[in-house]
């Protein structure tokens, strides 16, 4: 990808720490202060980081290389869809060790370990990194860098024709290409449904669907990736019954085609995922003749 398609990719506005919560846990800062390294406990430590003036396509590549790279299964603990441009960030106590190492300058490596000899060693070195000062911007890039919190690149073996040919009816607005699908486009379009049932006592629960899609999000303006957050939250909110379980697999930008985001929904249920469903619909209606 070119510098100008990185560029349109990465936020335009300077993102701005407010506030870092750490956890409290006498276990993890015991073994800090040995020097212990222990991958899986320091992969379960989350720091929840405050930011504000996150971008949509910021958040989106960090959503995707938490569940990608990082394999966060759970919508819990992934970090937190923005609202209004304010994003609750959680990282692992590795990340933030990992940044801190690639951000400290040579004159501090021989000291280096002091800067995470326990948990609010590490707060405290983030919050000194990234609170302000002459090389915020610096740390900050390279802080958005370590953690996936920005444009990097990928591949995609994605055919546009597809897309181009669901442009020929929608020219502007945003557009979904279901590229796999156990169902007809005509099935999808009337819907599918999972049944409310009652469990043995008497809660009701809503019956998964079964039906996993693989498909194409497109739209022309940056503002409109924002739609990718209703997509999720909508599907968050049935994560504990299995429904609709939604994964982002790719990200790029064309000059002349928008960005589009590749993902993957287990038991799609056009009920529950409205917003994904309405788009599907006025993107097919025409091909269909409805």
């Known amino acids: 990808m070119n510098n100008n398609n990185s560029k349109l990719l990465n936020g335009g506005l300077d993102m701005k720490i407010t506030k870092i919560d750490c956890p409290h846990n006498e276990f993890i ?15 379960d430590t989350i720091f929840t980081i405050h930011i504000e003036d996150v971008e949509p396509i910021d958040f989106l590549y960090r959503r995707m290389y938490e569940e990608l790279y990082l394999k966060r299964s759970c919508c819990y603990t992934c970090s937190k869809i923005p609202e209004n441009g304010k994003m609750e960030l959680r990282i692992s106590l590795s990340e933030a ?26 707060k405290e070195t983030l919050l000194a990194l990234l609170d302000g000062g ?36 929608e020219p502007t607005a945003p557009v979904v290409d ?30 998964i669907t ?29 994560y504990l019954n299995k429904c609709c379980q939604v994964h982002i697999l790719n990200i790029f930008h064309e000059e002349f085609g ?11 249920d056009s009920e529950i995922c409205k917003t994904l469903y309405e788009i599907y619909q006025k993107s097919y209606k025409k091909i269909l003749g409805k």
Not at 29 to 43: E, P, Q, T, V
Request: net charge negative; with cysteine; proline share 3%.
């Open 29 to 43: 800062d015991l073994s800090l202060s040995k020097g212990i390294i222990n991958d899986f406990a320091y992969d």
């Open 97 to 122: 060790i990992a940044f801190i190492k690639a951000a400290l300058p040579p004159v501090f490596k021989p000291r280096e370990k002091e800067a995470y000899e326990s948990i609010g060693d590490v």
């Open 134 to 169: 002459d090389s915020q911007y610096e740390y900050m890039t390279l802080f958005k860098k370590c953690l996936g919190l920005n444009y990097f690149e990928t591949k995609t073996e994605y055919n546009r024709e597809r897309m181009q040919l669901l442009r020929q009816f």
């Open 178 to 207: 279901v590229i796999v699908s156990p169902l007809s486009s005509e099935e999808l379009y009337d819907g599918i449904e999972g049944d409310e049932l009652e469990d043995y006592e008497g809660s009701l629960y809503r019956e």
């Open 210 to 238: 079964g039906v996993n899609l693989h498909f194409m999000f497109n739209c022309m303006r940056k503002s409109e990736l924002e739609l990718i957050y209703k997509i999720i939250k909508e599907a968050d909110y049935y």
């Open 258 to 268: 928008g960005y589009y985001v590749e993902m993957y929904i287990e038991n799609f």
